[in-house]
Nanobody, 120 residues
Framework: QVQLVESGGGLVQAGGSLRLSCAAS????????MGWHRQAPGKQRELVAT???????NYADSVKGRFTISRDNAKNTVYLHMNSLKPEDTAVYYC??????????????WGQGTQVTVSS
């Protein structure tokens, strides 16, 4: 069983910064991919950023240059540093962990989400 617990959301003014954290516990195996997705009211969930256990990163175009994803493999924790926040970044942010299965395919796990609200 795998659990993901996010923290660090909140209310911030436009132009401000926040750091989200997500700690994974349970049967965690390497290699894996951890990431952040977000869902704004009335919109579909979208990918924000991912990072492999080897450190390769991928970002949505909308956050490139403003957000940085990082991880600590020893702590099974992923971080999202968000700078120059905009009102359109307002959403529930979800942590995600994807691991390969021994029999093929992958398993994906999700956190409960943390609210980020950016005021104008």
């Amino acid at each position: 069983q795998v659990q993901l617990v996010e923290s660090g959301g909140g209310l911030v003014q436009a132009g401000g910064s926040l750091r989200l954290s997500c700690a994974a516990s349970g049967s965690i195996f390497l290699p894996n991919v951890m990431g952040w997705h977000r869902q704004a009211p009335g919109k579909q969930r979208e990918l924000v950023a991912t990072i492999t256990s080897g450190g390769s990163t991928n970002y949505a175009d909308s956050v490139k240059g403003r957000f940085t994803i990082s991880r600590d493999n020893a702590k099974n924790t992923v971080y999202l540093h968000m700078n120059s926040l905009k009102p359109e970044d307002t959403a529930v942010y979800y942590c995600n962990l994807v691991m390969a299965r021994a029999v093929g395919g992958t398993n994906a796990y999700w956190g409960q989400g943390t609210q980020v609200t950016v005021s104008s």
